[in-house]
């Protein structure tokens, strides 16, 4: 079974950037839709990007569009979330999963520890 492990979280202030990693072992992610999303503690876990299996298409969460860039790079088996501009309400465990791009939800139940960002005002 594929693992998928995100890194790259940490505190920022409100309006400094962050890179996140997510890095897949056991299996190739290479031919996989993937997404990032994000959960803060009693809500549900929501779609913030998702990218196809090429890299050629990109799609956003209405809030982090223009600020937020998802990319991949398939031969390190590894997906990307790069996020500028950040604000306090951003704050969450950030996850990455393969994605169902039309409905942005996950395509697998199995998720990974998350990374966590601290976004400070």
């Known amino acids: 079974q594929v693992q998928l492990v995100e890194s790259g979280g940490g505190l920022v202030q409100a309006g400094g950037s962050l890179r996140l990693s997510c890095v897949a072992s056991g299996g190739t992610i290479s031919t996989w839709a993937m997404g990032w999303f994000r959960q803060v503690p009693g809500k549900e876990r929501e779609f913030v990007a998702g990218?196809?299996?090429?890299?050629?298409?990109?799609y956003y969460a209405d809030s982090v569009k223009g600020r937020f860039a998802i990319f991949r790079n398939n031969a390190k088996n590894t997906v990307y979330l790069q996020m500028n501009s950040l604000k306090p309400e951003e704050t969450a465990v950030y996850y990455c999963?393969?994605?169902?791009?039309?409905?942005?939800?996950?395509?697998?139940?199995?998720w990974g520890q998350g990374t966590q960002v601290t976004v400070s005002s």
């Open positions: 990218i196809n299996w090429t890299g050629s298409r990109t």
């Open positions: 999963n393969g994605a169902d791009l039309v409905t942005r939800t996950s395509s697998s139940d199995y």
